[in-house]
């Protein structure tokens, strides 16, 4: 398979298509991103990087840190991991706190707002230097040190933080967040301010692609099963409450953030990253998810 | 892959565990079916089939006929189908009627009763003699003349049948209903009360597992792209709000029904049913479950 | 107390503001109605009528018929009908089901449509020919044969039934209708086609001001005791989902009807019938609620 | 009418009866008071005072206190608070967020939790000293200094204070709240705390029966018609999800707090307060409710 041409064919088609969304505003810093920029960047299972577009460029991780903090917890904490966060898909948007009351403080999943917060409070409980380590983490799994931090990104979130502010006391309430609420969201805010090119995100995730074995950080990251566990519930609640869609449309595990990346692997072959700010209603990237759509039709393959 | 060896390999397992629950009560008819009948049939994709205890034995698919209807009318409709149905997970139980209302008379999916509905509507306005047509594609699928309609069963739904005609009442309200609501209903409860083996059922589901041809029907069923869709459909919303749960512990499409059967598949592998009448409090068979766990956890994959 | 001097002031205050509304058009029988019509008719407790503007024509009561159809089952049933139908405010639209859902088939009130359905059912199942009862009821309180029975308006309500008849399959469903949905919907749609004056249904109200004593019957319709029971669940539900305003603005137990027509009772001072056309989104009457409100202001006094 | 004849026959039929319910226990120093303690306050419109049992032991008030902050706000801002703040039943528990969701940050009423902050937010914005004007202000409508403010059940509310706070920054993600977080429950927690006896709680809400003049205080509290309206949110909100109810048994405004105490009134004849700590499932004091029912039986009359 001639990975290059593949995605420099997805990548003009896109382009030509020119589908538009509208860039995140819902804090300032990221309201400033330019909406044009589009990189794709793909990782086969024995490491090579293929690249199209800005796929060099650093962007806002944001919501797509979820998949790395949840697997080192995962990795930790195993089964009782399970009685605080639910795996069902959500089908509410990303930031409901009516969900989260109804059922009685047990968040849907662990990439909703309310199911992250667990993830990194579990996390804030367990490392010293949470922050640190979930970088240490990253940097391992894309094979260098790539990580960084914006702290203006994160400094806009802080000055917009009162939901998820309001997500973690409601937790607290039903007695699942054990750490003091600035402390765990100081963490998450610097989580999702990490940035980071298409290239090393698409590393990062290259191990769920490999039954759990990272060839970047050469060790095995998570067992197979539970690599199979960290994609299935990519799958089913990757994309808050367009998750469906994305199945149903491209049929790959995969992650969105605001920030307009999307990471998404498909197991035994090849981890993808892909990149452009403009959003559709439900918080994806436009062109992201289009470019993933093509990349499949094309391949006349996807998980099924 | 000695395939006869892994399925008396999964049920010994399970019948030694022995997890029991409750053989559905919502209806007498289904009542009275001895709950420790179990049975696997799994067909590869030459078409052989191999068995495992009570895998000829014909039992009330109920709901995993869904799955049969949506196939004869994604071929026929195509896009305007799914402005009738959205394809997201729902998180609800499989009868409610709230979210109906919050969504305006369009059901999250095809799969939970009010999208059901909506699917033998749309095939109760395209063809003629519509449970026949049913029949004769089931039939087909499966090789060979083998479905048979428990019309104890049928009248038994008729005679519970409030809930269903309050949805259906309902998507008429929202102006997303055909037909006359006891027409509908006549063939939802006729496709529900189908009596089919494990080995059928398996065999039914066969040209899933290999990119919508049939090697029974010795043609292609729905194009490569259709079968795919319909397998993230399944993978998303096969088993009402335990849909997560499956594909997180399982992690293959699949259709369950309150009768104690589930169909599923692994593309380019196999097509599997099983089947076991007592049922875990969402409604899915307990013990299906833990053999497909089984089964994915002994082949070491599954769609991820 | 001048009545005559004190309706004709607040009929010429709402004439001169003359807000403006949007006459029901669920039905094509009601969205045919001329909206300019106005008309007040109040009645002292001593029979007394007082009217201005068009408060002798007959108009469609539609939903204030729940308040006798009530009145005639609190009579005979007593305590058991609360176990059916519960007498908490919806903070609902008259029409949902998503609340009889997640309150397990118990209306939150009889004067939401679920709740009114209950009733009707309850009065099936007690008189013979349900639908004459009631406009015998209704012609003993307003001291004369008034009551017609609008027969295009109960069929074109016939013709749009889906919502309704989803609801009473619904109750169905959870055990709490008795008899055939067809049936009681028949005597449903009957007493909301039935039309009447101001005066006649201010008449029909007046034993409600009047401690369950009614002075056209001449003879006791409840007890003291029920009567203030009535009027408490017509000042917290009788508005559909802007009861609390009613209550905030105008302070005097009322139920409304989307024909336009709103019938009030001070107790111990007078009942009083309104009527224009003209609704607010909310499916009140938009003069009808302004001329309350000014009466009430201009009495200086409420209910509290 | 002998007043005090009738609160003790109302008290010994009561005390024969002897309902039982649960003391709060949601805060430790709540959980601790003697359940078996029980007191009836009537004051008439001359300041004539009618007690019965332990109507004269301080107790904590709790959100009976929300009527007192409400009039102060009331009586400021006129109609600039309807647009932060409806007048509409719940009929959800008081302390419900799923609600303030999906109205996008407007409570529903003043009376249930997020509706009572946003009302102590905003007299935090007016007053200089907001819980010293609150005492002063009760203090002025009793006729004496009687306001303490318990600092163990404060530092109690405090102490488990998640939800109201979720609350609070779920209201800041709405622009629905002016002031920090912690200075808003800071005198929240206060005025929840506040503890009077059943007399001087029954003279602090004399003026509500009497037209917004308070005799005690020698002065117009808030004009007729404020005070009419603010009876009309306390009989439609003023029991949470029970409001009805209470409407329907006992027919006046009036409002309930945890710590057992309720305050009505009985517009242009009296005010009164019962206390007996022990609540019924939502919240309510099962004795306070009886008597009050009782009361208005054995007068034949209430608001209706």
Known sequence: MDY??????????????NPRGKVADYIPELAHVDGNQFGIALVDLEGNVFGVGDYQTPFSIQSVSKVHTLTMVFHVFKSKLWSRVNVEPSGNPFNSIAQLEYEKGIPRNPFINAGALVITDALCSKFDRPFHQISDFINELSGHQCVLMNPEVKQSEQNHAERNTALAYFLKAYKNFENKVEDVLDV?????????????????????????YSIFANREIVSESHARRINALMLTCGFYDESGEFAFRVGLPGKSGVGGGIAAVMPHKFSIAVWCPELNEKGNSVKSIKALELLTDKLKFSLF
Chains 1, 2, 3, 4 share one sequence.
């Not at 290059?4 to 298509?17: F, G, R, S, T």
Request: contains cysteine; glycine residues 2%.
């Open 188 to 212: 998450y805010f610097s989580q999702c301010a990490i940035e980071m090119s298409c290239t090393d995100l698409a590393k990062s995730f290259s191990f769920l692609a490999n039954d759990g």
């Open 4 to 17: 290059q041409a593949l995605i420099e064919e997805v990548y003009k088609e896109v382009q030509n298509e």
